[in-house]
């Protein structure tokens, strides 16, 4: 069983259509992350949430919202998708909550968006 | 704020050499630091992790990195680098609650 899912694991679309991908963990973790990897495999955190509760909100555009139904998911929907939005975007979960610096995160194998 | 330096995008060495990548980090508190691997078209897996104790931390595939605090680096090492390794390596510092990634580390291997 995969512990960190995501879906689609490829999304090629237009300008201007909206989007989602949809993240799942099997781990019983209480936190769960949404971080983008560019074309030079930068890595930036977008979002964090812990618990169904918005932790970490890091300057994204609001055409992004996430939304965690529950602890095991947290979903991602782009709004008006833009060019620079091609990346891939990774989901992570991690056991511990605010403050353990420690946290080890899980990450899924991405999703790769293209926006064309 | 913690951040992590990367040095070298790119690292190459012969299957059998020493591998060593370089990471400096800059945190205002004791860090926790960790290294992770991506492989080609895969997510990012945790090789080891620095909190507090030993400095010297084993990780998987026989990688291992040293906590200097007087260099403020965390550089990752492998003895003997096999074709597998080849993949991009990312250093990485805790803040608070969450992982802040450095540029990352093309490690190529020849045969």
């Known amino acids: 069983d995969t512990a960190v899912s995501q879906t689609p694991k490829y999304l090629v679309t237009q300008m201007g259509n909206d989007k989602s991908i949809k993240c799942e963990q099997n781990l019983g973790h209480d936190t769960m992350y949404w971080y983008k990897q560019d074309s030079k495999k930068f890595l930036k955190i977008m979002f964090s949430y812990n618990n169904k509760e918005l932790i970490i909100n890091e300057t994204v555009p609001n055409r992004f919202s996430p939304k965690s139904p529950d602890k095991a998911h947290l979903n991602l929907h782009i709004n008006s998708l833009e060019l620079g939005d091609s990346a891939v975007y990774f989901c992570?979960?991690?056991?511990?909550?605010?403050?353990?610096?420690?946290?080890?995160?899980?990450f899924g194998a991405g999703s790769r968006l293209t926006v064309l | 704020a913690q951040s992590v330096t990367q040095l070298g995008s790119h690292v190459s060495v012969s299957e059998g050499a020493l591998v060593l990548l370089r990471c400096n980090y800059s945190?205002?508190?004791?860090?926790?630091l960790f290294w992770y691997v991506q492989y080609p078209n895969q997510g990012l897996q945790l090789l080891l992790k620095y909190t507090t104790g030993a400095t010297l931390v084993k990780g998987i595939n026989g990688f291992e990195a040293e906590f200097k605090k007087s260099e403020t680096s965390f550089h990752l090492t492998k003895p003997s680098a096999h074709m597998s390794d080849a993949a991009e390596y990312f250093c990485a510092v805790s803040d608070t609650d969450k992982l802040i990634f450095g540029t990352g580390t093309r490690l190529q291997v020849f045969p």
């Open positions: 945190s205002s508190v004791p860090p926790y």
């Open positions: 992570a979960s991690s056991r511990n909550t605010q403050g353990s610096g420690a946290n080890v995160l899980t």
